[in-house]
């Protein structure tokens, strides 16, 4: 992470927020509520009222206040969030007070304060109400504008390029020749990108050639902070990636981690840029993209990179590796007592495995199996 300085910020009108990371906390303008206001329609009405009857003397609506104050034996009609005319400080809900010729009678006593929102009980002017690194969720949002913002300091979003290496590759939907297969990984990661908040900059599917992988990693690294490859990080007489990105100047910082599927990824930067470059197997850029690229996307946006591991028992035996697996898993059960059950198997090619996929259960590595009930660390998709 010590790669990923945040991007500088911009200012992001509230509409258009949604998934952006806050760059700067958000302070309540004012009290939320602006002013004391009813919890309920009925009549605005003095605490200390008697038993006789009071009568109608206005209407508080919603954006329509009373003109008049309270006084002694009077009522005003009130709905659901209008304003406390003054003078009252209590609320007779209509289902508690008879109505008959402009005048209520009470049929329940009424306490000081009942059913009255207070200014200020959701935010404190001068509050801070949203941190920066926030991610915007529609709950934040609202809060956001309640608290008087129309425009938001977000982190820029990262510009993402998406290169996918390999010949066989032919776009979706593509008739096949013996060989050939779809180019799955370029939709999944794309998604991904943008599901972390990138932009897609550029999507390229690049042949196995060193020159045609030059071209276009210089076409990507123009134009993107990250760039994250598929497939030809491997040592095959094919894959191009690794000096083609020497030759740009992209410094090696790892290349191999000790991982089930994932084992060839490699991670390289260039001044700022970043750049992955993921195994081609359609499982394993889905699974090293979660767990390098995800997290460096968030912290380029100033956002907590790392979702809470958690831990979860295995729902069946699993049998050890010489390298640490990520399983796919469903999670099921609760808070301390979660259950993680594999999808299926496991193989880096078995796309199958991503469906219904919660989490990644990180099995380490060792000789003995992993009996059903042992607990091990999950991370959530
Ligand atoms: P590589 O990492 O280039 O050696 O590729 C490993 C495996 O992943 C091979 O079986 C490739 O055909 C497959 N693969 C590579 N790129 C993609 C892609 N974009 N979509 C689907 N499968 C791919
Ligand atoms: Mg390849």
Partial sequence: MSSCASLPAETVPVEDAAGRVLAADVVAAADVPAFDNSAMDGFAVRSDASSEPLRIVDESRAGRPASRTLAAREAIRISTG????????????????????????????????????????????????????????????????????????????????????????????????????????????????????????????????????????????????????????????????????????????????????????????????????????????????????????????????LPPRERAALAVDVSRRGRTQALRVRLDGGDGSLRATPTGPQGSHVTASLLDADALAFVPAGDSALTAGEQVPVERL
């Fill in 82 to 305: 209008a304003a406390m005319p003054a003078g009252a400080d209590a609320v007779a809900p209509l289902e508690r007070v008879r109505e008959v010729g402009g005048e209520i009678e009470l049929l329940a006593a009424v306490a000081s304060g009942q059913h009255v929102r207070r200014a200020g009980e959701d935010l404190r002017a001068g509050a801070v109400v949203l941190l920066a690194g926030t991610i915007l969720d529609a709950g934040a949002l609202g809060v956001a504008v309640g608290a008087g913002a129309a425009a938001l300091s977000c982190a820029r979003r990262p510009r993402v390029a998406v290169l996918c290496t390999g010949d066989e590759l032919r776009p979706p939907g593509a008739p096949l020749r013996p060989g050939e297969i779809h180019n799955s990984n370029a939709v999944t990661l794309t998604t991904l990108a943008r599901q972390a908040g990138a932009l897609v900059a550029l999507a390229e599917t690049v042949p196995d050639e060193r020159a045609a992988t030059e071209a276009a990693l210089a076409r990507a690294l123009d134009e993107a902070d990250v760039v994250v490859l598929s497939g030809g990080v491997s040592v095959g007489p094919h894959d191009h990636v690794k000096p083609a990105l020497a030759a740009l100047g992209v410094a090696e910082r790892f290349w191999r981690v000790d991982l089930q599927p994932g084992k060839p990824t490699w991670f390289g930067t260039r001044g700022a840029q970043l750049v992955f470059g993921l195994p081609g197997n359609p499982v394993s850029s889905f699974v090293t993209f979660a767990l390098f690229a995800r997290p460096a996307l968030r912290a380029l946006q100033g956002a907590e990179p």
